[in-house]
């Protein structure tokens, strides 16, 4: 698909200079100049500012918030990659500050509104849910803000080993985790999940869990489970949640969601049949919606359905079948 990279989170070219990861003195080096950037992540949530919350905000290396900071999931700042004019970037997890007087009953939430404002921070510097600036922010931050919430999120879910259970080091300017005990070595995870545009003809094969908002349908998804193709996890997930067989499958384009550490992997599938019977488990309901139809959701002047969520690659793909540009 040649618009693929289009989507959100679909990269900025950012140069991950993995060499430097494993090079101490390197490491030290390019931490301790002083045009180093580092992002700061709270409780998932990421550092923004601007008018509108557009642009991803940062700290000096030297910051008391990151040297004598509350600490979160990361021993010391990750080491991101090298931007523009090889400036580097960092990421530094704070979620032990309480944000003492602040209401956070919304943090965590499907949708959290809210924002946060650390006293040492300057004021318009909030923390502020990722998927809802996510589409204000251009390519670059948008990849420094994904890689930094997907690798922070690892290291929190991940501080002991898998293998013997002790626990274990940050290494490898935090691309890894190493066991001081065992020995074994430990990599940032990404979760591949399928998402597909599913065609009988001119129409196209929506779903809906339980607890949406009234109207909202996406494109049906599931993991990828081990051992298994991405043709067939699409058409076991299809099979699966709606019933519908499914014949030729068709990679379409990825998106690293880092809710908490999903890469989606965009399909296209075309239905052998129209029948549909759903698993309530799975689930609440699926539809055939028409491209006359969709087009009046996306319009915003269908009288039930809610257009995917944009931002989210059912959203791309599905105005990209609009379009006739999927190919
Ligand atoms: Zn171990």
Not at 66 to 90: K, M, R, S
Not at 147 to 174: D, L, N, P, Y
Not at 231 to 242: F, K, L, T
Not at 246 to 252: C, D, E, H, K, R
Request: with cysteine.
């Amino acid at each position: 698909m040649k618009r693929a990279e289009q989507v959100t989170f679909g990269g900025s070219g950012l140069d991950r200079a993995a060499h430097i990861r494993g090079d101490a003195k390197m490491l030290a080096k390019v931490k301790s100049g002083g045009a180093a950037k580092c992002h700061l992540i709270w409780r998932g949530k990421v550092l923004v500012q601007g008018e509108g919350l557009d642009s991803l905000a940062s700290v000096p290396m030297h910051h008391d918030i990151i040297t004598e900071g509350p600490g979160g999931a990361v021993e010391q700042p990750v080491f991101l990659g090298l931007g523009d004019q090889d400036v580097p970037h960092f990421a530094m997890d704070i979620s032990g500050w309480d944000a003492e007087g602040l209401d956070i009953s919304g943090v965590g939430a499907f949708v959290d509104g809210s924002e946060q404002q650390h006293p040492d921070l300057p004021t318009g510097h909030v923390f502020a849910e990722l998927r809802r600036i996510m589409t204000r922010l251009s390519p670059r931050d948008a990849e420094l803000a994904a890689s930094a919430k997907a690798v922070v999120g690892w290291h929190e879910t991940h501080r002991f080993c898998a293998r013997c259970g002790a626990g274990s080091e940050i290494s490898q300017g935090g691309w890894q985790r190493s066991c001081p005990a065992c020995g074994a070595q430990h990599f940032p995870r990404t979760d591949p999940v399928v998402i597909m545009l599913i065609t009988h003809g001119n129409s196209v094969l929506m779903g809906r869990s339980p607890g949406w908002p009234e109207g909202m349908y996406s494109l049906l998804a599931g993991f990828v489970e081990p051992g298994e193709t991405l043709e067939a996890a699409v058409r076991r997930e299809v099979m699966e949640e709606a019933g519908v067989p499914v014949g030729a499958v068709q990679y379409l384009a990825s998106q690293p969601w880092p809710f908490p550490a999903s890469l989606m992997m965009g399909c296209s599938g075309q239905a052998l049949s129209r029948d549909i019977q759903i698993d309530p488990v799975e689930i609440e309901d699926a539809i055939w919606v028409t491209r006359t139809e969709m087009m009046q959701a996306y319009a915003g002047e269908h009288p039930k359905l809610l257009p995917a969520r944009k931002g989210a690659i059912a959203h791309f793909l599905l105005q990209n079948w609009l379009s006739d540009t999927l190919d």
